[in-house]
């Protein structure tokens, strides 16, 4: 007689062996993160099309807006402005006498800035004019939307004192941010990357507060939009892609080819370390390499249609335009400014890294790297963290590299402006102090710093 077969008894979790009930649940919250996320594939190119129209249809309205402004009413400020960057210089040095010290202005920027507030031309509808700016058409002069009507109210100096309240303001709620949510370790890592790239005088260049700006609003509206967990919905994978689109997108609206990847950079480190933080989920290198992918066909995609409208409608000329300075700029041709040397790969790379360390001069810069390895790997031989996720730290430098990578693709751009271009290490920075001090138990640092403080003050009350 067949014996009859017993239904499968299914012991719940808490009845298990504490691991093989840990084990169970992570592979059953794995499974259904890939598999919502491979659902979430499918919609995720229809989504960002229609992101992509939405922000195109926006910038063109904005832009369209702004240049509704009469002249009139912004070109005092603007010929103050003027004479104010002709009485400073074109690059003066800010804090640091030395020139190329990372510490430059980019008055010479500001200055075009300004004068493209005034692009709207007698013969042009608001459109058109914000489409020519001047002739200086393959960017899409997005900054225009802040400043037109600034330029209203404030003069160039009353700009500069704007910008100063207002990135402090946002590096102060970011520095918190890390602090509350991802502990002293981050904080301390976002605090040295921040002053390794000169935040203090970025506020007075308006050309430099553009890309660390959007930086740092990136990292805010992320701790809002996209609160980390092991297993997201088909919705909040979508939003993950949308975040990195647009922040592509407005990197492309708003920049001149300044510090492009910082945006996506900051955003980058402050998830990887967020997911690992509150999850202990490491975001493998595929994820990685999709959300840069998406970044790049919202910034690409975002700059070629300024070049698609501007000629296809007014005949401008600026594919034509844009290719040769594409070519141009990724190239090794000879800069002028260098007298005439030729563009180096190693030379774009060494300048921007040197500059992390000015005002500095490079043996001062390099005895105090090797001082500051050396302290941390003599912390690291007696205070080493017992347990270190390898792959949470590769996940981490990878994203550090980019930068240097940038560098190397586009030498010309880099190395002629390397005195602002170095900023996008801000990220590397960031990135490599919170490995090196994750790699230390610091529970133990600060236990051995107590009982010196303890023994020193026992001491010291004893005599």
């Known amino acids: 007689m067949k014996q009859k077969r017993l239904p499968e008894q299914r012991v719940p979790l808490f009845a298990m062996n504490t691991d093989k009930a840990k084990a169970i649940t992570i592979f059953h919250l794995h499974r259904n993160h890939k598999e919502v996320r491979d659902m979430a594939y499918t919609k995720v190119v229809q989504k960002l099309v229609k992101t992509f129209f939405v922000c195109l249809l926006f910038y063109i309205v904005l832009l369209t807006a702004v240049f509704c402004i009469p002249n009139s009413l912004v070109e005092k400020n603007v010929a103050d402005g003027v004479a104010i960057i002709k009485q400073e210089g074109l690059h003066p040095h800010f804090f640091f006498s030395s020139a190329r010290s990372g510490g430059d202005l980019d008055n010479f920027t500001d200055k075009i800035m300004l004068e493209e507030a005034l692009s709207q031309e007698k013969d042009f509808s608001p459109l058109k004019s914000a489409m020519s700016m001047s002739g200086y058409a393959r960017y899409w002069h997005g900054y225009q939307v802040i400043l037109r009507p600034l330029l209203v109210l404030f003069s160039y100096a009353g700009i500069r004192y704007l910008n100063t309240f207002f990135l402090f303001g946002l590096f102060s709620l970011c520095l918190l941010l890390f602090y509350k949510r991802l502990g002293a370790n981050a904080a301390l890592a976002f605090f040295l990357a921040m002053m390794s790239v000169k935040l203090f005088i970025v506020p007075m260049s308006m050309q430099l507060t553009n890309m660390l700006a959007l930086s740092l609003v990136a990292i805010l509206f992320t701790s809002y939009y996209l609160p980390p967990k092991q297993n997201l919905t088909s919705q909040e994978i979508i939003k993950e892609y949308q975040l990195f689109f647009v922040i592509g997108s407005l990197t492309a609206f708003l920049d001149l080819l300044t510090v492009p990847l910082l945006p996506v950079g900051m955003v980058l480190v402050f998830i990887i370390i967020w997911h690992y933080q509150?999850?202990?989920?490491?975001?493998?290198?595929?994820?990685?390499?999709?959300?840069?992918?998406?970044?790049?066909?919202?910034?690409?995609?975002?700059?070629?249609?300024?070049?698609?409208?501007?000629?296809?409608?007014?005949?401008?000329?600026?594919?034509?335009?844009?290719?040769?300075?594409?070519?141009?700029?990724?190239?090794?041709?000879?800069?002028?400014?260098?007298?005439?040397?030729?563009?180096?790969?190693?030379?774009?790379?060494?300048?921007?890294?040197?500059?992390?360390?000015?005002?500095?001069?490079?043996?001062?810069?390099?005895?105090?790297?090797?001082?500051?390895?050396?302290?941390?790997?003599?912390?690291?031989?007696?205070?080493?963290?017992?347990?270190?996720?390898?792959?949470?730290?590769?996940?981490?430098?990878?994203?550090?590299?980019?930068?240097?990578?940038?560098?190397?693709?586009?030498?010309?751009?880099?190395?002629?402006h390397s005195w602002f271009t170095y900023r996008s290490q801000a990220f590397s920075v960031m990135g490599f102090i919170y490995v090196m001090l994750y790699c230390l138990d610091m529970e133990k640092i600060k236990y051995r710093l107590h009982k010196l403080i303890s023994t020193k003050q026992t001491n010291s009350s004893c005599k």
């Open 278 to 416: 509150t999850q202990k989920r490491v975001m493998k290198i595929i994820e990685e390499f999709q959300y840069l992918l998406t970044w790049s066909m919202g910034y690409l995609l975002t700059w070629l249609s300024k070049w698609l409208v501007a000629d296809l409608f007014y005949n401008f000329q600026v594919i034509e335009n844009g290719l040769k300075q594409v070519s141009y700029r990724m190239g090794t041709t000879y800069i002028p400014a260098e007298s005439l040397k030729p563009a180096s790969r190693f030379l774009s790379f060494r300048n921007n890294f040197e500059l992390l360390f000015s005002p500095f001069n490079n043996t001062i810069a390099m005895i105090l790297t090797a001082f500051l390895v050396i302290v941390w790997l003599i912390l690291k031989h007696y205070y080493k963290r017992q347990f270190t996720n390898t792959a949470f730290i590769k996940s981490l430098l990878l994203v550090n590299i980019l930068p240097w990578l940038w560098y190397i693709v586009i030498p010309n751009h880099s190395q002629l």
